[in-house]
């Protein structure tokens, strides 16, 4: 079976998991309530577009909710790498740890896009960030989704596969 350096601690550190989720949480609820217009997920997909329609406390703003996805990057990315690898082991199958490196992918596309994104926040003159932002975006959210496609649809065999086992 393939290796992840998470997989070794998927099963043993019972706490990470419900450590990262209370971390996960507040932080999520804080980026998703930071005041903007239009919203941090547009600046994503259309930064330069959204930034003309900023004040400059919007700005700052911004700044503040890119700052606070560093760290929120790491929390979701490895949550979702545990989850991908816990049930990839109990199915016993290499898909779940592929995209589980794929969470770690989203998270690594997540900060490039914050990068471009503080580039172009501070009036960087490198036209090209704008093209790397939406795409950095576009990554990190088609590998998301992947992961939490395999999460919510493998999750259920694996509770039966569990059952089945400890029954024979």
């Not at 930064?47 to 003309?52: G, I, K, S, Y």
């Not at 016993?92 to 690594?108: K, Y």
């Not at 490198?126 to 999460?151: D, E, H, N, Q, R």
Request: hydrophobic content about 55%; charged content about 15%.
């Amino acid at each position: 079976m393939m290796d992840h350096p998470l997989k070794r601690y998927s099963f043993k550190v019972k706490w990470l998991c419900p450590l990262l989720i209370v971390l996960g949480i507040p932080l999520a609820l804080v980026l998703f309530f930071i005041p903007l217009n239009p919203g941090i997920l547009e600046f994503e997909f259309i930064p330069v577009n959204v930034l003309q329609n900023w004040d400059e406390l919007e700005k700052r703003w911004a700044a503040f909710s890119l700052g606070l996805d560093f760290l929120f990057l790491i929390v979701y990315s490895t949550l979702s790498s545990l989850l991908c690898i816990r049930t990839a082991v109990t199915l016993e199958s290499d898909l779940g740890i592929w995209i589980a490196w794929g969470q770690w992918f989203a998270a690594l596309c997540d900060a490039v896009e914050d990068i471009s994104l503080v580039g172009i926040l501070f009036d960087s003159q490198m036209g090209w960030l704008a093209i790397v932002s939406p795409t950095a975006a576009f990554i990190k959210f088609l590998l998301l989704i992947i992961g939490l496609i395999y999460i919510s649809l493998a999750r259920p065999f694996t509770a039966v596969r569990l059952r089945f086992r400890n029954k024979s």
